[in-house]
């Protein structure tokens, strides 16, 4: 187990700036998650941890001791790879003994190891076949395995999970989940999926072109979105964002009105979750429109409604039933809380500083 | 459905392209075993001899020292070039260096170079040596002609194979010879294999160098070839049961390639 420290890393790709200047420490055990959209730097800031990636400027310790010349086999960490990375010429067995081979463990040490991890995550019964003889989840296994057949200080796992389908995905991730909790290890672990950051993290790192704009828990993320990116990023269905402006202290845009406490200024951004809103028969409520499109999803009822450019949408009960473009009123449930944004800087607007 | 016309012209075409291909290699096998006097007829009614693979293999001809010479040399050239073109392919494929292309590309351009051009600077500077008509002079001289082609042959396998599984096991603590050696060779076996055959036989046939470095301890089977044509006029018989000596090797290793060529293809990667 250790802490990592990324001490004024950079990035550059040629004159191409894949990371820019930042710090960010990973506490002992915790789980953190880069959490961004494809192509923002998850990959290229976990393979620096790695040291697949020359760093262009900066320091990276673990556990106090700096190690940006240290070859990979030497930083004493783990990773699975997005595509697996499996050997294709060896057996799953021989795949998973491999790290154990390395390190000059003795071969009946290696195969009572080998078959423990198998056991614990049920590959036990597989491990004279070859990778490509085994499905995506059974891949997935074997590389997990192969990660923690040797308990490591730091895992890293780079989107593991998206080659997998839907179902096996969710599956997947409660076994990390629970494995993490048994190992305690070090863990840092990249997606693009925000449902996976939320369930999985202790702390979420989310990043935007290289730069991590938000780092916290799940829920603070969720409850206090540092800005408009992460506003719209985290929650599904989205945060609803509503443009607007702010006059005689009411957010003002058509159909809503929202006393907020902030001077008069345009180009205003409010936002609310789908899931604060309830749906009135009130004429007076905070926003009004006629009713767009009703989407069950089983639990509950996605209510939309429409008014000009304004859209927004509300989590309602899966009984709820009305006509389309009947008028249609959401009021916030009790506790529920807007946001406030700069349209043209992204920043938050309500005070909550991060 | 095909149209039948465009069906047999293909057909027909194919056979004839095999009839003329196949024609001066059938010739060959046929004239190794007929009497001399049978040597120019076209027919196939003759009395079939092993006559002609005994007289080659004894004075004056001694085809055996040249199988042992080609041997020995094409063997040697394997055993030494395709281990270093594999380094270098390594190298090449793998690390991105400043100049790297352009080093490639030298190393290519030495294939460009017609041969007859500069034999005679080997054939000055092996003679400075003391090393004329020997194995080592023309082993060297193999090695500096199969080498481009070779690390070109196998960088193009290595290109083929996922970074994946080699950094995988960077991470996993081994070195990067170990990885080399557990992972990309293993991966790269089937092209490694092929590569070494084409290496095999662009020696074994090499003609020009050995004909002007060897005289008569280094004689090689190509070169040997030509001393059937005497005074007293070209030896078919001979010449074609030793053909036949050159060819048969070279057969068995092309079947040999085809098979693990498309092993090789097929075997893939994992995603
Ligand atoms: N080897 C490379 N050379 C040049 N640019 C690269 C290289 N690897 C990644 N990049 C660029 O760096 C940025 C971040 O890439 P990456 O870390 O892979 O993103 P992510 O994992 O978040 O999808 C992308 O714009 C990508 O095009
Ligand atoms: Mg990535």
Known sequence: MAEVRLVDIEKKYGSFLAVPKQSLTIHDGEFLVLLGPSGCGKTTTMRMIAGLEDITSGDIMIREERINDKPPKDRDIAMVFQNYGLYPHMTVRQNIEYPLKLRGIAKAARTKRVQETADKVELGALLDRRPSELSGGQRQRVALARAIVRTPSIFLMDEPLSNLDAKLRVTMRAELKHLHHELGVTTVYVTHDQMEAMTLATRVAVMREGR????????????????????????????????GKVSDGVFRAD?????????????????????????????????????????????STLVTL???????????????????????????????????????????LDGVKH | MRKPFLYLAERALLVLISVVVLFPIAWMFLTAFKQPRDAYSLSLNFEPTLQNFVTVFSDPWNLGSMVLNSVVVATVTVVIAVPCAALAAYSFSRFRVKGRKFLFFLILSTQFIPAVVIVLPFFLMFRQLDLLDTRIALIIVNLAIVTPFVIWMIKGFIDAIPTDSEEAAMIDGASRLRVIKDIVMPMAAPGILTSSIFCFILTWNEFLFALILSRRDAVTLPVGLVSFRTERGDLWELMSAAGVMITVPIFIMALFIQKHFTRGMTAGAVK
């Open chain 1, 255 to 299: 159909g809503v009105n929202v006393p907020v406490d902030l001077p008069n200024r345009d180009g205003v951004v409010l936002g609310i979750r789908p899931e604060e809103l309830e749906i009135t028969d009130d004429a007076t409520a905070p926003i009004g429109g006629q009713l767009y499109a009703l989407e069950l999803t089983g639990e």
């Open chain 1, 306 to 348: 429409r008014n000009g450019p304004v859209s927004a949408c509300a989590r309602g009960h899966a009984d709820f039933e009305a006509e389309i473009n009947s008028p249609c009123y959401l009021t916030p449930k009790p506790g529920a809380r807007f946001h406030l944004f700069d349209r043209a800087s992204g920043e938050r």
């Open chain 1, 212 to 243: 991590i704009v938000q780092l916290d828990t799940p829920k603070k993320i969720y409850a206090e979105p540092a800005d408009l990116f992460v506003a719209g990023f985290i929650g599904s269905p989205s945060m609803n964002l509503i443009d």
